[in-house]
């Protein structure tokens, strides 16, 4: 990884590069659409909003993390055996909070692109301390999907289905389903961050979504999912291992290709983080694919 100090003028600004290498054996080839593998947009956000808090860090010279995610556009699909380029840019600077652009391009051609805001980590809001986490938000009735019956639901497999159970659900309206956040996915490495990622988070609201649209289908045509954008993403506090998520899903509107999300994710009672839109373009399945 490098960096340089460029752009713009009015203040320090600065960039940061990275390379990622996709092959086909790695993990996430195993789960995220087998068979036809794609590099998650979750794994990409991800570092993407790492970036930004390095830079930020850096640019500022005191510990900076990104407390939203004012937009994201996925422009294309990055599959194995692409190196992608990711760069990450200061557009702006205010007194408490720096605006990052970072984009991911495969040969040039931009695959995603992502607006990203960061603040000093002495103004974020610190994990929530839960008396006993692991019941926080467990429901006692019986969920109205067990994780199997999920997994049906979706096109990922393991270590990708990012949900456990989906508590209740109104067809064409509304989801509460759960997810238990520990350090066992291999998706987290050998040596796990100290919280939780905010963008595999992001990604199990993404997969309720999913999982509700297909449930509202009333000819239960088979289709492809895949996430086209996110806008007004706010990151309100870190996560902590072991301990449940609850992702309460609205569907804002449904068309004829894609359908739009909102909502929170939850610790309690608590917001974590919050959705302002979450576009899912939709396609019908194609014979033999």
Do not use: W
Request: aromatic residues 6%.
């Amino acid at each position: 990884m490098s960096s340089t100090f460029a752009i713009p003028a009015s203040h320090a600004a600065s960039t940061l590069q990275e390379t990622l290498f996709v092959s086909g054996s790695d993990l996430f080839a195993l789960g995220h659409y087998p068979g036809n593998p794609v590099y998650p947009g979750a794994l990409m956000l991800e570092r993407m909003l790492a970036m930004a808090g390095a830079l930020v860090s850096g640019t500022l010279g005191q510990p900076a993390r990104a407390t939203a995610v004012k937009r994201v556009q996925y422009l294309g699909v990055v599959v194995p055996g692409d190196v992608v380029t990711l760069e990450a840019s200061v557009l702006e600077q205010s007194a408490n909070k720096v605006a990052c652009q970072a984009v991911a391009s495969v040969g040039g051609d931009p695959r995603v692109r992502a607006t990203i805001e960061c603040g000093l980590d002495s103004g974020i809001a610190p994990s929530p301390v839960l008396s006993n986490p692991a019941t926080a938000v467990k429901d006692t009735n019986t969920p109205a999907l067990a994780h199997q019956e999920i997994a049906r639901l979706l096109p990922h497999r393991y270590p990708f289905v990012l949900l456990d159970t989906v508590q209740t659900y109104s067809p064409g309206a509304h989801m509460l389903a759960t997810k238990v956040i520990n350090r066992e996915s291999p998706i987290l490495g050998r040596k796990p961050p100290d919280t939780y990622p905010a963008a595999l988070a992001i990604e199990s609201f993404g997969q309720a979504g999913v999982a509700l649209y297909f449930l509202s289908q009333m000819d239960n045509a088979p289709a492809h999912a895949l996430v086209g954008a996110m806008r007004d993403v706010t990151l309100l506090r870190e996560i902590p291992y072991d301990t449940i998520l609850t992702l309460d899903v609205r569907i804002e509107r449904m068309m004829a290709n894609a359908v739009v999300f909102g909502g929170d994710l939850r610790i309690g009672a608590e917001a974590v983080i919050r959705i302002g839109s979450l576009v899912v373009m939709i396609a019908p399945m194609q014979a033999g694919s």
